[in-house]
């Protein structure tokens, strides 16, 4: 009799057990959180941005010329400024055409298109600036690279998609 | 324990187990309250200051 009392009880608590599985398991808010994982991959290629432009000190009317006195002597030449430059205009077309591609983005669909050239790009700055001589700023460029890397991958696994 | 307190009791954690279990699930399904407009426009101010960003790179690459 007593068993037959507390029979709903059981019920009640494998249902809620089962519905709280069901929950945990169920799509999330997935485009707001690309989004915050978005903002962090453009910080992580401005941060990259950002530090290079420190390193070098390009002049205003000739920006592809380094007037750092210590850009040379950590292997920062105009050449690879250049060339880092080249690289994050590549990266900065395809976080735009992954932001354009995630705006559009709805549950069930695969990952926005260029994420995995996104990740080359930002292998090729790493490459780059690892090859420089050891320092703050040389550090700081290759922790924003290596962020970078780390955060595109966050993008797809927010997203839910391989 | 009589019959019916021992029902009664049942009742009110069958109550309190339920009312648990929907305020999780509700909360695991609550946004931060960003509709899908505001969640593009936030995308938009990135995609602006990220076309800002390459001009100055195209810049520094000789490509401008």
Sequence with gaps: MKSRIYYPLY????????????ASCASVPRKEKALQVYQSIHASISSVQDAERLLCLPDATTPTHCTSTLA????????KHVDINAKLVKA??????????LKAWRAGDPAPHGLSELSTVANEV????????????????????????????????????? | MDKAAAAAQAAVLLINVVGVAVSTVRAMFKTSGLTDEQINAAIDAVIADAQTRMADAKRAAGLD
């Excluded at chain 1, 019920?11 to 069901?22: C, E, I, Y």
């Excluded at chain 1, 040379?72 to 050449?79: E, I, N, R, V």
């Excluded at chain 1, 050891?134 to 962020?147: L, T």
């Design chain 1, 11 to 22: 019920l009640a608590l494998v249902g809620s057990l089962a519905l709280l599985f069901v």
């Design chain 1, 72 to 79: 040379p002597k950590l292997g920062l030449t105009d050449a």
């Design chain 1, 92 to 101: 900065f077309a395809l976080e735009i055409q992954v932001g354009t591609a």
């Design chain 1, 126 to 162: 790493l490459t780059v600036a690892s090859a420089l001589t050891d320092d703050a700023d040389v550090r700081r460029i290759i922790a924003s690279a290596k962020a970078l890397l780390d955060t595109i991958a966050a993008l797809t696994a927010s997203l839910g998609v391989k």
